[in-house]
């Protein structure tokens, strides 16, 4: 079975870190661009980070560039989101997600496939 | 950045309904638009890919139409399980709309 599973999340004071994990099964790993992708409390969804299967590439939304780092573990089938300088809006559920290249008509076109559960993080003193 | 909106940003529907969401990209995006299927508590599910292309396993009553700036996802007849919060996602630089909520009328 294709799963993704995250953890690590917590309550965390502001400016403190927190260490995101997502382990990936049955499915090559090391075939595919992921994602972290988060969804504060009552809110819509924000793309957080994409990685590269190699992890030559890394893109990160403009909030979170210089304090959250993306990286993996292709050996251990592992993503993982280190966050720093933590703030009270980065309170969210955060998931994990599969990039999907898909050929259509000659050009390819990337979506996210397969999804954790998600994990919580709570930003507060 | 390109910016995605969606309208409406909530809808009460019938099931057999036939339902649109429209998005719109500030910027032409060609056909790299992508939507999801999102319920309460659960993490969201890819139903449309490449503007119009149907995801493995999605009903056939969903489908994706537009390119450049201008996109819709229509459910032709509604069943209870759709209601549900709909995302559009534009793949290349990878934002979400705001979401449109789906509710039983």
């Known amino acids: 079975e294709v799963q993704l599973v995250e953890s690590g999340g917590g309550l965390v004071q502001p400016g403190g870190s927190l260490r995101l994990s997502c382990a990936a099964s049955?499915?090559?790993?090391?075939?595919?661009?992921m994602s972290w992708v988060r969804q504060a409390p009552g809110k819509g969804l924000e793309w957080v980070a994409n990685?590269?299967?190699?992890?030559?590439?890394?893109y990160y939304v403009d909030s979170v560039k210089g304090r959250f780092t993306i990286s993996r573990d292709n050996a251990k089938n592992s993503l993982y989101l280190q966050m720093n300088s933590l703030r009270a809006e980065d309170t969210a559920v955060y998931y994990c997600?599969?990039?999907?290249?898909?050929?259509?008509?000659?050009?390819?076109?990337?979506?996210?496939?397969?999804w954790g559960q998600g994990t919580t993080v709570t930003v507060s003193s | 950045d390109i910016q995605m909106t969606q309208s409406p940003s909530s809808l009460s529907a019938s099931v057999g309904d036939r339902v649109t969401i429209t998005c719109r990209a500030s910027q032409s995006i060609s056909s790299y638009l992508n939507w999801y299927q999102q319920k309460p508590g659960k993490a969201p599910k890819l139903l449309i890919y490449?503007?119009?292309s149907l995801q493995s396993g999605v009903p056939s009553r969903f489908s994706g139409s537009g390119s450049g700036t201008d996109f819709t996802l229509t459910i032709s007849s509604l069943q209870p399980e759709d209601f549900a919060t709909y995302y559009c996602q534009q793949s290349y630089s990878t934002s979400f709309g705001q979401g449109t909520r789906l509710e039983i009328k």
């Open positions: 049955g499915f090559t790993f090391s075939s595919y661009w």
């Open positions: 990685i590269k299967q190699d992890g030559s590439e890394k």
């Open positions: 490449a503007a119009s």
């Open positions: 997600a599969r990039v999907q290249q898909q050929l259509v008509q000659g050009y390819y076109y990337y979506g996210m496939d397969v």
